[in-house]
């Protein structure tokens, strides 16, 4: 699991391993880009619900290069995100006001 913090992250998601974005703010939203489309990433903000692939709860970026804007609103602060992917994608997060 790999742990990180600031407004915008670029990693590497490890295969069936949970990595925790917290923002430094409490931001209304949340962009998840899938920057190399190799696996699909699944994701939870701040519900309290460790994403699991194929989960009940998550969001999911398909398969492909693309991005993925998720409610972040009403959570509180600082915004926390979590990833998790079967397979290894590169990714970036973004929190938006």
Do not use: Q, W
């Amino acid at each position: 699991m790999a742990t990180y913090t600031g407004r915008t992250i670029h990693a590497t998601l490890g295969a069936a391993t949970v990595d925790t974005i917290t923002f430094d703010a409490d931001y209304t939203s949340v962009e998840i880009v899938n920057r190399d489309g190799s696996a699909e990433i699944y994701c939870t903000v701040d519900t309290g619900i460790t994403p699991t692939v194929g989960g009940a709860g998550c969001d999911v970026l398909p398969a492909a290069i693309g991005s993925l804007t998720v409610d972040a609103s009403g959570y509180g602060s600082p915004t926390t995100i979590k990833l998790i992917s079967a397979g290894t994608p590169a990714y970036s997060v973004k929190g938006l006001l």
